[in-house]
Nanobody
Framework: QVRLVESGGQLVQPGGSLRLSCAVS????????MGWYRQVPGKQRELVAR???????YYVDSVKGRFTISRDNDKNTVYLQMTNLSPEDTAVYYC????????WGQGTQVTVSS
């Protein structure tokens, strides 16, 4: 069973930056497209970014130009670099495979507040 372990979330001030990491217990090259999601209480989990095996990327409009998704196939790790953070980015962030979903990890909390 694939395990997804997210890390890197913390409290950050508006305008700040964070890099999230997602360690995957199996080959992400074989899994294919990986993505980052976020969820706030009372709302559905939403996909904010995804990256294919060929490193084609997609971003939801609200994070375009501020977030960058990347992957290291050798380390089986997916990253989300987040810049110019705003309070609206506060959420629990998860990674998963959009087209072949795995059991969800515990997520990592990102809180943007002054």
């Amino acid at each position: 069973q694939v395990r997804l372990v997210e890390s890197g979330g913390q409290l950050v001030q508006p305008g700040g930056s964070l890099r999230l990491s997602c360690a995957v217990s199996e080959s992400i090259l074989s899994i294919g497209t990986m993505g980052w999601y976020r969820q706030v209480p009372g709302k559905q989990r939403e996909l904010v970014a995804r990256i294919s095996s060929g490193r084609l990327t997609y971003y939801v409009d609200s994070v375009k130009g501020r977030f960058t998704i990347s992957r290291d196939n050798d380390k089986n790790t997916v990253y989300l670099q987040m810049t110019n953070l705003s309070p609206e980015d506060t959420a629990v962030y998860y990674c998963n495979a959009p087209f072949s979903p795995k059991p969800w990890g515990q997520g990592t909390q990102v809180t943007v507040s002054s």
